[in-house]
């Protein structure tokens, strides 16, 4: 686990400021949740964190390391996103397998790894699968366990729930809490879904056309006097 800080984080698109002036303490082991309406920066916000877009101005520190120039791979952190982003060729063991293989991890402790994380998932019976013969909810949870297998610092989660119907939604997002209070790793979730974020939030950061609106729990965000 480890603690997330942003000091005045920026971040523009030649004219287009998509942040702006961001700052922010997130706790470790905290749950963030980035919560506005489609184009407030929330997506460009996880991905400056995440090491996937440039920072134009600020500090990002992570576990009290500034990032700012630090690869993707070496800031601790792990995305789960929108789309699942599952390699289609792979098993699903081979999908969460994948960035431990890169990383020349030892194949015993692998499959260790994988095997701990399926079972916690109930994704054993689907290890040989690929993902096209999965359901929506079980390509999910192939996502979250690619980036549990890791041990990170960080979880990045960006609307890891919006492809699902509402059911569905309704449970993932009990697993989600369920993973959280057993894991207990700081987890930084995007959504526009104010149900999402009531629940599963420690604190959630209200974004308004790239700037902070609001800061607070949801108790303090939603029942204003
Ligand atoms: P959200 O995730 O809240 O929907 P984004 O972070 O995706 O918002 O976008 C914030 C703003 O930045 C929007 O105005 C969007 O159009 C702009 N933006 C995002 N990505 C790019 C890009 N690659 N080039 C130009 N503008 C972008
Ligand atoms: P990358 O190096 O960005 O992971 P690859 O060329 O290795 O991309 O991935 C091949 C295809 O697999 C991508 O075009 C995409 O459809 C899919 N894919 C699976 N996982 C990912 C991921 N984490 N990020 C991007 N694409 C992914």
Do not use: W
């Not at 000091?7 to 749950?31: H, M, N, P, R, W």
């Not at 509402?166 to 449970?171: F, G, P, T």
């Not at 526009?192 to 974004?207: F, G, P, S, Y």
């Amino acid at each position: 686990m480890a603690s997330v800080t942003l000091k005045q984080i920026g971040k523009s698109y030649g004219a287009v400021t998509a942040v702006e002036q961001f700052d922010l303490d997130i706790a470790d082991g905290e749950f963030l949740v980035l919560l506005g309406p489609s184009g407030c920066g929330k997506s460009t916000t996880l991905r400056m964190i995440a090491g996937l877009e440039s920072i134009t101005t600020g500090d990002l520190m992570i576990g009290g390391t500034r990032v700012n120039d630090t690869d993707p791979k070496d800031r601790g952190v792990a995305m789960v996103f929108q789309n699942y982003a599952l390699y289609p060729h792979k098993s699903v063991f081979d999908n969460m397998a994948m960035a431990l293989k890169l990383q020349k991890m030892p194949k015993a402790e692998i499959a260790k790894r994988v095997n701990d994380v399926a079972d916690m998932l109930g994704l054993t019976p689907y290890l040989e699968r690929k993902p096209a013969a999965l359901s929506g909810g079980q390509r999910q949870r192939v996502a979250i366990g690619r980036a549990i297998v890791r041990t990170p610092e960080v979880f990045l989660f960006d609307e890891p729930l919006s492809n699902l119907d509402a059911q569905l939604r309704v449970k993932m997002r009990m697993e989600l809490q369920e993973l959280h209070e057993r894991l207990g790793v700081t987890s930084i979730y995007v959504t526009h879904d104010q149900v999402e974020a009531m629940t599963l939030a420690d604190r959630i950061v209200i974004l308004d056309r790239g700037r902070v609106a609001q800061i607070g729990t949801p108790r303090e965000v939603y029942e204003q006097p």
